[in-house]
């Protein structure tokens, strides 16, 4: 899990903006979502990042990790972030995640 990463100021390079649809599976990406470069996450790749509150596409984003989506049935930890100072509750995080999320069991870690 990646819990050091929990209250830090992160920069997200955003590769699927708000709007954007799924290369693979096809649904659209309803939050700006990337990658924390020169990181390495459970799946091998970037740990990616959801970023909550911007609501246009955008293409980085430099932000507050507010919580981790903690996937109990794959090896892929999600970061949420946000404009520093704000913040969502997991109910809203799950909301806004959803459309990617409900295929997977998780925990949200604070």
Avoid: C
Avoid at 6 to 31: A, N, T
Avoid at 45 to 62: C, K, Q
Avoid at 74 to 91: F, H, I, P, Q
Wanted: net charge negative.
């Amino acid at each position: 899990m990646n819990r050091e990463y929990l209250g830090k100021i992160v920069e997200v390079e955003i590769d699927r903006p708000l709007g954007s649809k799924h290369p693979k599976h096809g649904f659209i990406y309803q939050v700006n979502y990337g990658y924390i470069p020169n990181t390495i996450s459970g799946d091998g790749e970037e740990l990616d990042a959801y970023v909550l509150g911007e609501h246009e596409p955008i293409e980085s984003f430099n932000g507050e990790v507010i919580a981790i989506i903690h996937r109990t049935n794959d090896d892929d930890d999600k970061l949420v972030v946000m404009e520093k100072g704000r913040n969502y509750t997991d109910d809203q995080i799950r909301v806004l995640t959803e459309f990617q999320e409900r295929w997977f069991e998780s925990v949200i870690i604070r």
